[in-house]
Every structure is written in C-alpha cells, then in structure tokens.
C-alpha cells in the first residue's frame, strides 16, 4: 500500500466517522425513538441483540486486521513463524469457535421464543384504561379506519387517545398491504380475504408517520398515514367533529371509496353500516363453501385460519 | 377470435415503448444487438463462434459463455439500479422524479430478478462449469450435452426477460411477484407473463445443471479422491447443487400454478374463489430461501481456495468447514418463514423459525472463523482475491449481524418491508456472492487464458466496490431504521430523506465506476496478455486445476490424476510423487447445436406463451421434444482420443514449467 492510499484510506474513515455523527445529531430515527411500550420492547430488542453478535464481531475484526497486518508477506512474522500445515493440533480452537458463538445464538433462541410469545401481535396489551378496536381495510390506495364503537371511520388519519391500547383488526380489499406506525410498533400485513390483528399503544402524544410495507401497485407511495395519538378529551371532541358533515359510509359509498385513488386526502364518513368491515372481509370468501363468516363474529374468527397454506 | 388474435395473439403496434426512457432501453438494447452481430459478420466469425463455441459441450468454453452472458445481465441490471436510485434521490415532494410509479415498479422487479437469475446464477454455473471437472481430475462433466442445453435454457430465459424491454412491459410486482397483486385482476399485462416464463425456462437450466454436477461430483472424481480430498469450492458446489435439485422443483410448480391462475382462470393464489395467496408466500420462499444458499455456498468454496493459496498454508479446520457445508444445507430449508413474519403466523411458529434462522449463523460463524485462522501463521499475499476476500468478510459479517437482529421475530416487525432489509440482503448478496464470484473470476482467470488478470485496474475496482457499497447501502440502513419502506417511488419532503437517498446515488455511482474498471481490467489484461504469460501454476496452488497446462487442453488431463492427498498437487510438488495414471485412449463428445435448438424452440414456447400465440406454444413444445428425442438416438455423439495421440500433443505443451513450493 503506498502512503497515498493510507491517507485516503484513513480521510475515508474520518469522514464516515464525522458524518456518522453529525447524522446523529440531526435525524429523527423513528425506530430508535419509539412512542409506546411495543415500539419500546421491540427497540430494545434490536440493541440486546446487536451487543451479543457484538461479542463475535468484534473479535472477528480484531483477528482479520491484526492477521491481515502481522502474517503479510514480507512481514517479520510471516518470515519467522509461517508454519504451512499449522492446523491439527487445534481442535481446541474448533471447539471455541463452534461452541461460543452457539451459546449466544441459544441466549437469543430464547430471547426469540421469549418475546415472540410476549410481543405476539395478537395479544391485548394491558393497561389502566379499557381498550378500543379500530378495523382498517387497505384499499387501492388509501387506508379506510372504520371506529365500530364511535361508529366513524376516517381515510389516511387514524387517531386514538394516548394511553389507551388500541386493538386493531385488519383486512384488505386490494393486494397485500403492510400496516407499519414505526414509532408505535412493528408492522402486519392486511391482506383481502381474512383478518388480522395488531395490538398497539401510544404513552405520549404525537402525530406519528405510518406507511404500507408492501408493494400493492401504482399508488402504493400514497399510501402513508398519520397516526395521532392526543388526550381523551381532544379525541371525544374529533369524533363529534366527524360527525357534523352527514357522508355515511354505506354499501355504495363504500363502492366508490374503494375505486382506486392515489394520494388520497384524510376524508370522514359517519354514519358507518354496522356490519361493512364484515362484509368487506367476506367479499373474497367462496358463497356456499362454509367459509363465510357471520359478521358479528369476525373479530376473532379468523384467527385459526390465519396462517393455513 | 379473430385471425389477428389467432396469429399474433396479444402482440399489437400498442405494445411498443411508451415514454422516452423506455423507448431509450429497447433502443439501446436493439442497437447492442445489431452492433454485436455486425461485428461478428464483419469479423467473419460466425463459423468459428458456431463450432468453437455455441455448439461446444466443453465445460470451460460453456463456462466462459456463462460468465459472458452474466456480465452483459449485470450491465442491464446495474442500469436499472442507477434509475432506482435516481428515481428515489430525486422523487420527493412536489417532484416526481424521472419515471412515472408503474414504471419504476417494473425497474426494481426487473432489477431484482435479473441479478439474482441471470447475474449471480450465471457468475456461479460459469465458474462452477471452468472448475469442478478440473479440481476432481475429470475430463467432463457427467452430462457434457445437458450441460450446453443448460446453458442455452438459461440464455433462453435472459433472452425472453429482456424481450419485454422492446415489446409489452414487465412485471410491476416485485422480483417475487407476490399475488393478488401478480394475478390478472391487479397484473393484467404480459409483464407477469414475461416474469415466470423467464424465470421457469432459467430455472429449468439451473435443475438440470443440478443434476448434472451432482452426478459428475458423486461418479466423476479421480481414483483415490475420496470425500475427505475433495476439494473444498467442489464440496460446496456438492451442496449448493444438491439444494439446487431439492428447492427448484418447487420454483418450477409455483410458477405454473400462478400462470395457471392467469392464463386458465384458476383460483391457486387468487384473492377470492378460493385462492389462497400465502400459500403462495410460502411456496416462493420455500424455494427463496435455499436459493440465497444456493448462490452463497459456491462462494464460500472460492474463499476457501483462495485464502490457503494466498496465505501459503492448508485450510484450517476442514472438517469443520465441510460439516458447516451440509449444516447449512440443511438449516436453509427451515427458515423460509423469516420472510414473512408478519403474516400473523402464531408466536410458536413464528419463534421457531427465528431460532433456526439464528442457528445459521453459527455454521458460518465457524467458516469465518476458520478463514482467518487459516491467514494465522500464514505468508499472505495480498493480490486481488484476498482484496476482495478482505471487503468480503468486513461487510457479510455487519450484514449477518443485521440478519441476526431481524431473526428475532419481534425486531422484524419493526424492521420488515423497510430499506434496512433492502440493505441487509444486498450486504450478503453483493459481499457474499458478487465479491466472491469476482474474487473467484480473478484466481482462475490465468488458468483458463494463460495471461493474469490485470491486478492494478483489479485494485481500482476493488476500492470503488466498496466504497460504493459502504455509501450505497449505509444511507439504507439508516433510511430503514428511520421507517423508509422499500420500493417507494415517492416520499414526503417532510421526512427528511432525501439527503441520505443522494448519499446513496452517489454510492450507486461509484459501484458503476467500479464496473467500468473491470471493464478496463478485462481490456488492459488483453492488451498485456504478452507481458503477463504465466504457465500452470501461477499462485502456488494447490489443487488439481493448477496441474495442467493454461489454458488447459479440451481433455483437460492428458492421463487421469491419481489422487494421494487432499490438497493433491501441493503434495506432488513437496513430494514428487508421480500422480498421473498410465495414459489411455478415451471418449470425448462431439460438438452439437442440439441444445441450442432445443432452447431456441423452448424460447418460441415461452414467448407464445407470453403473448398468448398458441400455435407458436405448440410448435415450440412440439420442435423442443422433437428435437431432443433426435438427440437422443444420435449414435455418432462421441470421437475417440487414442494415448499415441495424446502423447505426441503433450510433447508441445511444456507442463510444469515454473511449479514453485
């Protein structure tokens, strides 16, 4: 390596090191800022599991310059201790390098078995205050929030008061979509025919950014959301507000909302049939194969059916 | 019906290019094509390319084809990433970039299947097919005709992707191509079409590949190499094929089921009447999953042989390596779920296919582990492939790292879907797989064209490669962390991404510099192929492939090696010890164009089948198996060499000039 390359080389790693950290002070990194206890499981999932590879990583690096450096040709060590068939008397260090970095993928096997129990997004989250449910149906290209208790329903605003678990379910009546609040939690997938389920909770107000993961056709960059968490009162009183213009969401409204749109404007519908969720979910079910459902029933009928091939 | 309909089937003037970067695409692909084949006329080299190469069934020349077809697919598949990344540095706000959303869509779908089917697929066969009869001391592959037909079967497929470039569109759906979107309610051009018929007719290439070197590397190897000499890249093309043979076969039913839902009016995957489209999910990644594996491991045995023969020292741990080999085989096929966490599968599920993807990582673990005590105690040269070596381990251990994290269920909630998953699986496949085919193109280059691969414009591409690639995919990861999904032609200017989708051009900028250095290193290799003569072992290496003479001879072994040891040539040189067999007649093929018609026929069926030209599904179907079942009952397939022969040839070619210990 000549003296120039070294200079380049290190001014690369200063730079890189200066940007890393101006970066740092400048970004707003929705995952490493999490809003609410799921978000905050799931971060710090991220961090435990990054400082045990950490334990592998570094001594990986560690050996490949240290090596790389003292074993190069024309190097003092090469010369003296270069030892062409050095291997067999090391099963030792087979051992080592079989055994150690297997403990730590065990410590996060059971991490992994831990938190996926724990973290399941079906789970109810628990809290002081009674939890609300909120159906979403992913559309071409929009998110329509239907509120079977307020009995609203809102497209590309879902808001619900802080503090409060908010227990969606989830359906589609368009490709696959994705439902990620980044700041609120980790993402599930809508997809037409059947229902999922997400659990989530706000612990600060805010207005966060939600997106759909997953590629759904030409409008799929419209499909971000915001997701505002605000006090109960503040949230009382939108519901009222989204009542006063009369738009119900009817059978063939719902019909025209379902056209396809790209970027759609946040718009509210109230009154909202009782039983649209049901019906939109029961859209793809075959008539007669005894896989409709009763509308009434689908907030946990679907469950068993959920990840059948 | 109409006779329209009945003869050119969806075809129509309206399918031509629709917008300015399209039209430039075909245009520039069309004008590549005829400056190509006026080039050859000109040169008046049609017959020698027809003889000497296409109907060719020598492993090393179809390797060589593999390789050069590959690097034109990276050129069409790096084009598509500049867009993609031009597209995203500048679509924000008010902007809406250079290419309308359909049309980006249809880029990074084609972006993804075209590196992974014909790039890295292609670099893999390419090397596997220069090397593998060599290291196990054969003169062929067990199949030398279906090897060439595997060949002109993956052609085919590249050649029908890239129709879609001049005629219709391509796939909107991603390189997965997930339904409902991928079914014809929400896919309803022949881009779909283009996408399976490309992928199935490739595929079929990559089975029969598999099977063929299975058998070549289970019936073909010198007498004394018993599985414990085998070379380390010949263990795990074993592996790779063997997963190969298990996994494409599901590719293959998927692929005829969703054209099925399309074409037939099925309901496998559809969203109502039945379908199911996570079986769909699943389908895919059973296949998906094996298939990184499939790419990886070929490229783990390039590492293997390099890091010894640059560190002057045997590997350490062999044992250990080849059962990490089969470890991994084994893992890749249950931890495909980790691709779709999401999907609302139950805790258990979803937690034991977090475990086992974790698992993975200690198998290679172990194999890092290994390499680097492999530099221990060496005398490291550090040429071109330890570069590359070198980048390769620094980046495939961060991106296994990000692998590790999102193994664990509730991490990928948050990361799933977004750009540090894009980045993550670009840090394995690029330092993974591409670092480790061109680290592998440079070791074996001076054998198979007698002159080295120029080393300083090899070092210049090198750097730009990784330098590109830190400022390509760094920004990624961060952009993901900050909940940038993937795919996205357009964002808010109020997110704040767009300085780090700038950062990530320019990335993308470097690495296309560092292609236009192997282009230069390819050139200046040529142009200096005097000066840089070398003779059959120019590394001090120490496998059978450094045995003979570079290039080799068509029968590559003028007498079949005799195996004593496992790194064979290394002891022949320490001890002397006579390795060749007593020389004897022996069979070769003969030259066929078979398979190049058989594909050219597979080509007219997948491009009727695309367009909905039935006669033309017909008459390709019926000239393919026409066409095969005559190939079969050709007697006259083989010539025979006689020892006196061979005798005098190798009396010309000076072996061994320079074996240095």
Redesign the interface.
């Known amino acids: 390596m000549s003296r120039f390359s070294v200079f380049l080389l290190c001014a ?1 790693v200063a730079l ?1 090191v200066v940007a890393t950290v101006i ?1 740092a002070q400048h ?6 800022d999490p809003a609410g206890p799921v ?1 905050l ?3 710090n ?2 961090f435990t ?2 400082l045990l ?2 334990l ?2 570094v001594p ?2 560690v ?2 310059f240290a ?2 450096w003292r ?3 024309g190097g003092h ?3 003296h ?7 067999h008397y ?1 099963w030792v ?2 051992v080592v ?2 055994v150690v ?2 403990i730590i ?1 065990f410590i ?2 059971i ?3 831990q ?9 109810p989250l628990q809290a002081n205050t009674p939890s609300m449910t909120i159906d979403v149906v992913a559309l071409d290209w929009k998110w329509l929030f239907i509120y079977p208790e307020q009995g609203i329903a809102s497209v590309n605003l879902v808001e619900f008061p802080v503090g409060t678990p908010v227990h969606f379910y989830l359906t589609a009546d368009a ?2 979509n ?1 439902f ?1 609040i ?2 609120l ?5 809508a ?3 059947m229902t ?2 997400l659990n989530l909770m706000a612990s600060r107000t805010g207005d966060f ?1 939600g ?12 499909m ?1 959301f915001t997701a505002r968490a605000v006090p109960q009162t503040q949230f009382d009183q939108w519901v009222t507000a989204a009542k006063t213009g009369l738009a119900p969401l009817t059978e063939s409204s719902y019909a025209s909302l379902a056209q396809p749109t790209e970027y759609n404007p946040v718009s509210y519908y109230w009154p909202v049939s009782v039983d649209l969720f049901g019906s939109v979910e029961n ?4 008539p007669g ?1 005894g ?1 409709m459902m009763d509308p009434a029933s689908t907030a946990d009928g679907m469950q068993g059916m ?4 | 019906m109409n006779w329209q309909e009945l003869i050119f089937g969806k075809l129509s003037w309206s399918v031509l290019p629709q917008n300015p970067i399209a039209w430039g695409g075909a245009i520039y692909m069309v004008a590549c094509i005829l400056a190509v084949l006026a080039f050859v006329t000109f040169s008046g080299s049609w017959r020698w390319l027809w003889k000497e190469w296409f109907t060719s069934l020598d492993p090393k020349k179809i390797g060589i084809m593999y390789i050069t077809v590959a690097g034109i697919m990276l050129v069409r598949g790096g084009v598509d990433a500049l867009l993609l990344r031009a597209q995203q540095a500048t679509s924000v706000g008010d902007s809406f970039g250079i290419v309308s ?2 049309h980006f ?1 249809q880029i990074f779908s084609a972006h993804g299947s075209i590196m992974i089917f014909f790039v890295a697929m292609g670099l893999m066969f390419g090397l596997i097919n220069l090397v593998v009869p060599l290291q196990i001391g054969t003169r062929d592959v067990a199949f030398p005709f279906l090897n060439s037909l595997s060949f002109w079967l993956f052609f085919a497929g590249a050649a029908l992707i890239n129709c879609s470039l001049l005629l219709g569109d391509f796939s ?3 390189w997965l191509a ?4 991928s079914e014809l309610q ?1 896919s309803p051009t022949v881009g779909v079409d283009y996408w399976i018929w490309g992928l199935q007719i490739g595929g079929l290439g990559s089975l029969l590949s598999g099977v063929n070197f299975i058998a070549t590397i289970v019936k073909k190897r010198a007498k004394g190499m018993t599985w414990m000499r085998l070379p380390m890249f010949t263990w795990t093309t074993l592996g790779s094929m063997s997963l190969v043979v298990f996994a494409f076969p599901i590719l293959t039913v998927t692929l005829a089921l969703l054209w099925l839902d399309r074409t037939a009016g099925m309901h496998f995957f559809t ?4 379908g ?4 769909y999910v ?2 895919i990644w059973a296949w998906g999953h094996p298939e990184v594996y499939i790419l990886i491991l070929p490229a783990f045995g390039v590492f293997s042989e390099i890091v010894p023969v640059f ?8 044992t ?1 390596m080849v059962l990490s080999i089969w470890a991994i085989v084994v893992l890749s096929f249950i931890v495909w779920l980790h691709h ?1 966490f ?10 034991f296919f ?2 086992m993807t ?2 993975i ?2 198998p290679t ?2 194999k ?3 390499w ?2 492999t ?8 040429t071109t492939p330890m570069l590359w070596f ?1 980048g390769f ?2 980046l495939f ?2 991106g296994g ?1 990000a692998g ?2 999102m ?12 750009l540090f998953l894009v980045a993550h699986f670009h840090t394995m496949i690029v330092s993974g797989v591409l670092f480790g085919y061109f680290a592998g193109l440079t070791y074996w280059f001076p054998k198979f064209f007698g002159f080295t691969f120029d080393e300083k414009w090899g070092r210049r591409a090198f750097w730009l490669w990784l ?1 590109g690639f ?1 400022l390509a995919f ?1 920004p990624l990861y ?1 952009l ?4 940038a ?8 200017a109020a ?2 991404w767009q300085p780090l989708f700038a950062v990530a051009g320019v990335g993308a900028v470097l690495i296309a510099l560092g292609f236009c250095c192997q282009v230069a290193q390819l050139i200046a290799s040529i142009r200096k192929r005097h000066a840089n003569k070398v003779g059959s072992d120019p590394w001090r290496g120490r496998t059978l492939e450094w045995s003979v003479a570079s290039p080799p001879p068509a029968y590559n072994f003028a007498a079949l090696p005799l195996v004593h040891a496992r790194d064979q040539f290394w002891a022949y040189k320490h001890t002397k010890i006579h390795h060749d067999m007593q020389a004897e007649d022996f069979h070769m093929p003969k030259e066929s164009a078979a398979g190049l018609i058989i594909a050219t026929f597979v080509f007219a069926f997948g491009f009727g089948a695309v367009w909905h030209i039935w006669w033309l599904v017909i008459f390709g179907a019926l000239g393919a198996i026409v066409t095969a079942l005559a190939r079969t009952f050709d007697e006259d397939a083989e010539y025979v060499v006689t020892a006196s022969e061979i005798v005098h040839r190798e009396a010309g070619l000076r072996r061994d000039e320079a074996i240095t210990v």
């Not at chain 1, 859209?283 to 075959?286: E, Q």
């Not at chain 1, 959920?306 to 091939?309: A, R």
């Not at chain 2, 969203?271 to 039945?274: E, H, K, M, S």
């Open positions: 690369g890189l970066y970004a707003n990194i929705a995952i490493l978000a499981a799931e971060r999932i991220i599991t990054l590879c950490a592998v990583v990986v690096f050996m490949l090596f790389s074993y190069r040709e060590a090469a010369l201790e270069h030892h062409s068939e050095w291997d090391n260090a087979e390098w079989w970095p297997a993928i996060l096997g991490i992994a078995w938190s996926s129990h724990a973290l399941d997004p079906y789970k490709p696959m994705s990620w980044p700041q939690g980790g993402q599930i997938m997809m037409p025919g999922t389920q950014n997106f759909s993961g997953n590629i759904s056709g030409d409008g799929f960059s419209g971000a859209k793809y079910m075959t194969s896989m959920n990840m059948t091939p | 959303a359909n869509q909107t759906a991603g997930y339904p409902p979107l929400y969203a109502g009447g039945g199911n489209m996570m079986m699943n389908l560190s002057s020292k045997k590997l350490a741990g062999y250990s779709f999401t999907m609302g599968a139950e805790a258990d599920v979803n937690a977090g475990i974790a698992v990582a200690v673990g172990v890092i582990f290994n680097l005590f530099m221990y105690r060496g005398r490291i040269r550090f070198i381990v620094v251990t961060l790292v590790v994290v193994a664990e269920p509730p991490a990928d909630y948050e990361l799933h879907n977004s330098t830190i760094g961060l993901g962390l900050e909940g999904t993937r795919r996205l032609d357009h964002y808010s997110l704040g």
